[in-house]
């Protein structure tokens, strides 16, 4: 099986187009020597300081600043005890990125079953602390880079997906009036919210 890793250059765009744009990759990471491949099934975009819902909202910290950083990065956050997978997306000055929300597992399912403790492949990664357990996603996943080949989790590129729809994101209590999560239609494996 061949593939073809996604440029750092890919990123270097609106986080909305970005995360339309994720839905079909595959993301890839080795742990424990288990190759884990998932198909992006759905995203969410994020901005920076005029973003209510944004980690980017209360300004430059400590714990946000690789929003600030340049694109193609990894960016691990802890929301309810769960870690949260991102990768930063932005044009230059600005800031931004993307939250993967599910996948749908292709390979490596059993070490995924194990994490989670369950056998039901449908509620493996069909959210997004679901997924960072089943992948194994902490906060040491910081500021690497997924077009990188000596990355822990990489993005490889696939055919661009064209049944997908978009609604407002999942989970915020102040949203923007644009609709930023986008999902592939009719796929199992999106979360049920």
Same mark, same amino acid.
């Given at each position: 099986?061949?593939?073809? &890793?996604?440029?750092? #250059?890919? @990123?270097?765009?609106?986080? /909305?187009?970005?995360?339309?744009?994720?839905? +079909?990759? *595959?993301? %890839?990471?080795?742990?424990?020597?288990?190759?884990?491949?998932?198909? &992006?099934?759905?995203? #969410?975009? @994020?901005?920076?300081?005029? /973003?209510?819902?944004?980690?980017?909202?209360? +300004?430059? *910290?400590? %714990?946000?600043?690789?929003?600030?950083?340049?694109?193609?990065?990894?960016?691990?956050?802890?929301?309810?005890?769960?870690?949260?997978?991102?990768?930063?997306?932005?044009?230059?000055?600005?800031?931004?990125?993307?939250?993967?929300?599910?996948?749908?597992?292709?390979?490596?399912?059993?070490?995924?079953?194990?994490?989670?403790?369950?056998?039901?492949?449908?509620?493996?990664?069909?959210?997004?602390?679901?997924?960072?357990?089943?992948?194994?996603?902490?906060?040491?996943?910081?500021?690497?880079?997924?077009?990188?080949?000596?990355?822990?989790?990489?993005?490889?590129?696939?055919?661009?997906?064209?049944?997908?729809?978009?609604?407002?994101?999942?989970?915020?209590?102040?949203?923007?009036?644009?609709?930023?999560?986008?999902?592939?239609?009719?796929?199992?494996?999106?979360?049920?919210?």
């Amino acid at each position: 099986m061949e593939y073809n &890793i996604i440029p750092r #250059e890919f @990123y270097n765009r609106s986080p /909305d187009v970005v995360a339309c744009e994720l839905l +079909g990759k *595959k993301l %890839f990471r080795v742990v424990d020597e288990s190759k884990l491949v998932g198909i &992006i099934v759905e995203t #969410e975009a @994020y901005f920076g300081e005029t /973003d209510p819902a944004s980690r980017a909202f209360k +300004g430059l *910290k400590k %714990f946000n600043s690789l929003m600030w950083d340049n694109p193609g990065q990894i960016f691990v956050y802890n929301v309810h005890k769960y870690w949260m997978l991102n990768v930063i997306a932005h044009e230059v000055d600005c800031v931004g990125g993307v939250l993967f929300r599910s996948i749908e597992p292709t390979k490596g399912i059993d070490y995924m079953k194990k994490n989670r403790s369950t056998s039901n492949i449908f509620e493996l990664t069909n959210g997004p602390g679901k997924l960072s357990i089943s992948f194994k996603i902490s906060r040491d996943l910081n500021g690497f880079y997924v077009s990188n080949w000596d990355s822990p989790l990489m993005i490889f590129d696939a055919p661009v997906i064209t049944n997908y729809s978009r609604s407002y994101r999942i989970g915020v209590s102040k949203d923007l009036p644009e609709k930023l999560r986008f999902f592939i239609k009719d796929n199992k494996f999106v979360s049920k919210k």
